[in-house]
């Protein structure tokens, strides 16, 4: 991969109304697989108190991350490309697909929407805390989901 086919773009790209509409794109995006995938967790966790450390929590954590992850690129593979992770937003860009700003709205929007969706559930649950997953395993579930899904 040559690096001439990296481009810095111009900072006015970033007000650009076609750079706004796919950072809202990314923003609905995010905020949609973090709310659904999170929110089934920690529901499915109040329902049976056994949480997503359990065989059965693991399945229902992984169906409800794989439609919430389906509709959030859904939502945005039309206007924005679908990115949804911010590593596939550099990944665009390392490839030349996108420039420097464009990808600097992406991954703000993707921030944004993401504590959007965690403050959403904070006031729809009533400050509901999930303590079923440490760090550790967390960690280990977060590595097998990048290596099966980069495979």
Request: charged content about 10%.
């Amino acid at each position: 991969m040559p690096i001439s086919r990296i481009a810095f773009g111009s900072l006015a790209e970033a007000g650009q109304p076609d750079a706004l509409k796919a950072g809202l794109a990314e923003f609905i995006s995010m905020l949609i697989f973090v709310f659904a995938g999170e929110g089934s967790g920690m529901a499915f966790g109040k329902l049976t108190g056994g949480g997503p450390a359990s065989p059965a929590g693991l399945i229902a954590a992984a169906i409800a991350h794989a439609f919430a992850l389906f509709v959030a690129v859904s939502v945005g593979a039309n206007i924005s490309g679908g990115h949804v992770n911010p590593a596939v937003t550099f990944g665009a860009f390392v490839g030349g697909h996108i420039t420097f700003v464009r990808s600097i709205v992406y991954w703000i929007a993707q921030l944004l929407g993401s504590v959007a969706a965690c403050l959403l559930l904070k006031f729809s649950t009533g400050g509901l805390v999930r303590t079923d997953l440490n760090l550790q395993q967390f960690r280990v579930i977060h590595f097998f989901f990048f290596c099966l899904s980069f495979h």
